[in-house]
């Protein structure tokens, strides 16, 4: 059996972390594992508005005066490659009263943020962005508003960033999704003691006069980078694999009902947590054979992070398997759509996009090539497992990225070598 402890700490809940740590007053210690590029991305933003943070091995310490007492930065704030650490910081920076520029990466330029400042407009907040409606974002502070509103896509950024807006500006506000999207900043907000309620895909906030958070967090495992590994032991030959600590919040577990769907045996075990707002636990897999299906609009916003490991897992599995409605993935670190269909014809399997729906036949040999990973950290991750699984030459590009989301991933792709990995 191969047993993997320390993923690293999950980027979403990290950054959140850092955020509430940072907004309210205290002292406070996040217990985690290893962080990624992304969250250290948040700690320097953070640090520009006088937070004092500090990285240790495996935890992070926070602490601020809150946010009432933040400093205007004086140099824009460079979110790096990061999507979340961007616009979550356009919510919170539409209600404080400083000019703040928030940029990013050339990837991170070239992605959409009109969605983030429209509404926030709409709240009154005064922002400008690049005539192409990307980043860099000029935000001139304001007193907000509550409004009640639709959002046009499925994206836990974009209802973060409108919730941190309220929470920030002290307005009620009222959001609804067009399909369920993580929730790990309503955990965060309902913990500091808001007033939230979620009923389906809508969210109602309202703000009260005093908040408090814990001394102590402790990060979970990312779910995400756990996806990796539970596709590879489930397509790899006689493999147990045991992925512990793991954060098992049902809105980033949906991947495994696909793979589950698909014949991959699998099974999650909660267990208790010194968090206890976040579920914790193990997955354990055990390899299987896989079988095409079709995954319907609906859940594609709960997997939009490992739809590119589910794509490889199709090119391993009986049977052709539909992703449907997968335009999201045009517009992520990388197009991630045209790069996963590359990697996947390279390797010998025939797929095409039709429309914003991505087809896949699973293939019978597979070969190796060169793999582009566009720098994208999760098209690098895949081309790796993919590499695993096929025994022939690879050369891949690009693999410095996976230290946005996965520092130490070669650690385990080490450790995964040491045990069986042919394919069936
Ligand atoms: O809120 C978050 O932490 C995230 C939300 C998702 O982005 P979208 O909200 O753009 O779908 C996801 O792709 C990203 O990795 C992390
Ligand atoms: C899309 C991702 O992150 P972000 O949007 O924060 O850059 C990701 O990690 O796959």
Not at 268 to 283: H, L, P, V
Request: net charge negative; hydrophobic share 45%.
């Amino acid at each position: 059996m191969i047993r993997i402890t320390d993923l690293p700490s999950d980027k979403s809940i990290s950054h959140r972390a850092l955020i509430f740590a940072s907004l309210l007053p205290g002292r406070r210690v996040l217990h985690g594992s290893h962080f990624g590029e992304d969250v250290l991305s948040t700690i320097r933003c953070f640090k520009a508005f006088g937070v004092a943070i500090t990285v240790h091995d495996t935890e992070i310490i926070v602490e601020s005066r809150g946010w009432q007492q933040f400093v205007e930065p004086r140099e824009a704030l460079d979110a790096g490659n990061s999507g979340t650490t961007a616009r979550l910081l356009m919510g919170i920076c539409a209600a404080l009263p400083f000019k703040v520029t928030i940029s990013g990466d050339a990837s991170l330029s070239k992605r959409p943020m009109r969605r983030v400042a429209e509404p926030l407009i709409l709240m009154g907040a005064d922002i400008t962005l690049s005539n192409d409606g990307c980043l860099p974002a000029v935000i001139l502070g304001q007193k907000l508003h509550s409004i009640d509103y639709k959002l046009p896509v499925a994206s836990a950024q974009l209802k973060s960033a409108l919730l941190l807006a309220a929470f920030v500006g002290g307005v009620s506000i009222i959001v609804h999704e067009p399909a369920r999207t993580r929730n790990h900043t309503e955990l965060f907000l309902s913990t500091v003691g808001a007033e939230i309620e979620q009923v389906g895909i809508t969210t109602w906030f309202n703000p009260q006069a005093e908040y408090q958070f814990a001394n102590e967090y402790s990060i979970p495992g990312d779910a995400s980078s756990a996806a990796y590994w539970v596709v590879w032991a489930s397509l790899a030959d006689g493999v147990i694999l045991e992925l512990d600590n793991v954060g098992l919040n049902p809105s980033r577990l949906s991947y495994v009902q696909v793979l589950k769907e698909m014949g991959a045996d699998i099974v999650t075990a909660s267990k208790n947590s010194a968090n206890k707002t976040e579920r914790i636990g193990s997955i354990m897999v055990r390899s299987s054979k896989l079988h095409g299906i079709t995954v319907s609009a609906e859940s594609i916003a709960d997997i939009i992070d490992e739809i590119p490991i589910l794509a490889l897992a199709a090119g391993f599995a009986d049977g052709e398997t539909c992703f449907n409605a997968v335009e999201e993935l045009r517009v992520k670190e990388s197009n991630r759509l045209e790069a996963i269909t590359e990697l996947l014809k390279t390797i010998g399997v025939t797929n095409n996009i039709d429309g914003n729906d991505l087809h896949i036949t699973g293939a019978k040999v597979w070969h190796g090539g060169i793999i582009h990973t566009y720098h994208d950290h999760r098209i690098a991750m895949c081309a790796e497992i993919a590499a695993i699984l096929i025994d022939a030459d690879f050369d891949i590009d690009d693999v410095n990225c996976i230290a946005v989301s996965y520092p130490n991933f070669f650690e385990h792709l080490r450790q995964i070598n040491e045990g069986s990995r042919v394919i069936k």
